[in-house]
C-alpha cells in the first residue's frame, strides 16, 4: 500500500460544484503539503501544514481551503471550481527534520472542471 | 522575484550520459534538489546539494555551485527506464521549495 495516499484519483466536475481532495499517510510525518502541477509549470504550493493546529496558505491558495483532521489527514477544498482549477494535485509529506525538502508525494488527484 | 530555469526537452540514447542543467534565483538558499517524475506518477526525491560540489548516487550524480546560482543533474549509462521529467527545486529562505517546470527526457535506443 502506498504511504501516501490521495481520493479521489480521477474527478470531472461541473464549475460551480463544491470539491474536495482527500490525503492520507501512514509515514507518520508531521508535515503535509497540496500542490497543483500544470503543464508547463512548476509544481504550486496551495496550502501546507506543520502539525494539527498549523496551516499556511501557499503562493496560490485562493479559491482552495484546507483542513487538517488529524496528524495523518490533509483534505483540500474548491468551494466553488472553476474551469482554471483544472490540474493535477498533489499531497505531499516531508518530516520536519533538516532534510525537509525530501517530500514524499501521493500519486496524484486529476481533477477536470468544465 | 524567484526563478528556476531548466531545459524544456532533452533527448540522449540509451547507454550514454546526459547533463540537464539548472539556475535558479531564490530568496535565500537553504539546498537545491532533483527530483524524477515518470509520465502520469508522483515526483519521487533524487537528490539534495547544499554545499558546492559533486554529490554521487550510483549512475545519478548532482552538482552545485551556490556562487553561481547553478546545478545539474548527471546520469551515466542511460537505460530507457530513465526517460521521464526532471525537476530541480531551490528551497528558500523560508525553507519553501521553489520549482522549474521540468526537463522531459526522452532515450532513444
Known amino acids: 500500500d502506498a504511504d501516501v495516499t490521495q481520493t479521489p484519483r480521477n474527478r470531472i466536475t461541473k464549475t460551480g460544484k463544491r470539491i474536495m481532495l482527500e490525503c492520507s499517510q501512514t509515514?507518520?510525518?508531521?508535515?503535509m503539503y497540496w500542490y497543483r502541477q500544470d503543464p508547463g509549470l512548476g509544481l504550486q504550493l496551495i496550502y501546507y501544514?506543520?502539525?494539527?493546529?498549523?496551516?499556511n496558505k501557499g503562493e496560490i491558495s485562493d479559491g482552495y481551503s484546507v483542513s487538517r483532521q488529524a496528524q495523518a489527514k490533509f483534505s483540500l477544498s474548491l468551494e466553488s471550481a472553476i474551469p482554471n482549477q483544472t490540474a493535477l494535485y498533489f499531497c505531499?509529506?516531508?518530516?520536519?527534520?533538516?532534510?525537509?525538502?525530501?517530500?514524499?508525494f501521493g500519486e496524484g488527484s486529476r481533477l477536470t472542471v468544465l | 522575484g524567484q526563478n528556476i530555469d531548466q531545459p524544456t526537452e532533452m533527448t540522449a540514447t540509451e547507454g550514454a550520459i546526459v547533463q540537464i542543467n539548472c539556475t535558479y534565483q531564490?530568496?535565500?538558499?537553504?539546498?537545491l534538489f532533483w527530483y524524477q517524475q515518470h509520465a502520469g506518477e508522483a515526483p519521487t526525491f533524487l537528490s539534495y546539494?547544499?554545499l558546492d560540489g559533486l554529490e554521487e548516487k550510483g549512475r545519478f550524480s548532482s552538482f552545485l555551485s551556490r556562487s553561481k546560482g547553478y546545478s545539474y543533474l548527471l546520469l551515466k549509462e542511460l537505460q530507457m527506464k530513465d526517460s521521464a521529467s526532471y525537476l530541480c527545486?531551490?528551497?528558500?529562505?523560508?525553507?519553501?521549495?521553489?520549482w522549474g517546470a521540468g526537463t522531459k527526457l526522452i532515450i532513444k535506443p
Open positions: 505531499a509529506t516531508s518530516s520536519g527534520s533538516e532534510h525537509t525538502g525530501e517530500l514524499f
Open positions: 509515514k507518520g510525518h508531521d508535515r
Open positions: 501544514s506543520f502539525d494539527v493546529k498549523d496551516i
Open positions: 531564490t530568496s535565500g538558499f537553504n539546498g
Open positions: 546539494n547544499v
Open positions: 527545486a531551490s528551497m528558500d529562505s523560508n525553507y519553501q521549495l521553489i
